[in-house]
């Protein structure tokens, strides 16, 4: 096949090269099938994004024989999948979920001098098991995402960072490839591999703040291989103070490290520390109600993206 254009890759690397490209075809196909967003209310711009997501699909098909011009694809396909994703806040300019409400409604109340974890949101769910007590006053994300929710005030939609931070991480995790020495081909189809994630227009229609993380993962994993400390450092300090269960993340910070000193500690959980600090400070009973309490008092959700939710259509029971 065109695709395995270098003679002098072994059996094993041109397996992984098969893998990558029978992954490529597979997700772009998938999105192409279920690109719909659930809450669409313009069903005209709905097909065009979907039409962007059959050019890729098919696109995904030729991607072998267009070796001659793979950097100009590679562009092209970019360019393509972020126009898809673009579509998203104009196809569901106001999606039926509190996630949504709650940034946009934070961020303007940060800027008004209000503590984001004291103050009531708009509910639009009425009667729900999701909100102790009844009342939607709680912001259940680390102070850290305020400073993603803070760019609605300017944008109006606090979802054009989410896109922005999702097609980043694919641009650092090609750039993370290529530090590795990994072939151009195989960079741009594990980037892209990971940009078609299945329902990423669903996540990012209902303004999940993941993307955020995964960005600040990616961030890590480019200085990581670069061998810059510092900057890997921070950066995974900076997914650790974005998700609460991001803590679990830990062991692996320290595994990957060789040498541990009060200089890498600090750099590690400095950001942690000033976000948490700051709303701790100015009302830590609040901060600790929405972060954390919160979390243990709602309900368990079996529509969820959690393991516990697929144990639970499994038959199991959820995890505690």
């Known amino acids: 096949m065109p695709f395995f254009r270098n003679k002098a890759l072994t059996m094993s690397a041109n397996r992984w090269n098969l893998c990558l490209y029978l992954l490529f075809i597979f997700l772009a196909v998938l999105q192409a099938a279920r690109c719909r967003v659930m809450y669409v209310s313009n069903k005209d711009l709905s097909n065009i994004m979907r039409i962007f997501c059959i050019l890729i699909a098919i696109g995904a098909l030729c991607y072998p024989y267009l070796k001659r011009w793979?950097?100009?694809v590679n562009i092209l396909f970019s360019i393509v999948f972020l126009c898809a994703l673009c579509l998203v806040p104009f196809i569901s300019p106001h999606p039926m979920i509190d996630v949504f409400v709650v940034q946009q409604e934070a961020s303007k109340a940060l800027l008004h001098a209000l503590n984001p974890y004291s103050i009531s949101y708009?509910?639009?769910?009425?009667?729900?098991?999701?909100?102790?007590?009844g009342e939607a006053k709680f912001y259940p994300y680390p102070p850290a995402s305020l400073l993603f929710a803070l760019t609605s005030v300017v944008t109006?939609?606090?979802r054009w960072v989410l896109i922005f931070c999702h097609f980043l991480t694919g641009?650092?995790?090609?750039?993370t490839a290529r530090e590795r020495k990994i072939s151009l081909t195989e960079s741009f189809l594990l980037a892209v591999a990971f940009c078609y994630i299945p329902r990423i227009f669903f996540n990012i229609e209902q303004a999940w703040t993941d993307t955020t993380v995964v960005f600040a993962l990616s961030l890590f994993a480019y200085?990581?291989?670069r061998s810059k400390n510092t900057k890997a450092l921070l950066s995974a300090g900076f997914a650790l103070s974005l998700k609460q269960t991001t803590i679990f993340l830990v062991p692996l910070f320290f595994g990957l490290f060789k040498k541990w000193n009060l200089k890498n500690f600090i750099l590690l959980f400095l950001l942690c520390f000033l976000t948490?600090?700051?709303?701790a400070l100015w009302n830590w009973h609040d901060l600790f109600e929405d972060v954390i309490k919160f979390h243990f008092a709602t309900p368990f959700r079996d529509d969820?993206?959690?393991l516990s939710a697929v144990l639970h259509r499994l038959g199991y029971a959820p995890l505690p």
């Open 70 to 72: 793979h950097p100009k």
């Open 122 to 133: 708009t509910n639009i769910y009425g009667n729900t098991p999701w909100y102790p007590g």
């Open 156 to 158: 109006g939609d606090v």
């Open 171 to 175: 641009v650092f995790i090609f750039l």
């Open 223 to 225: 200085y990581f291989n």
């Open 276 to 279: 948490y600090g700051v709303f």
């Open 304 to 306: 969820a993206l959690t």
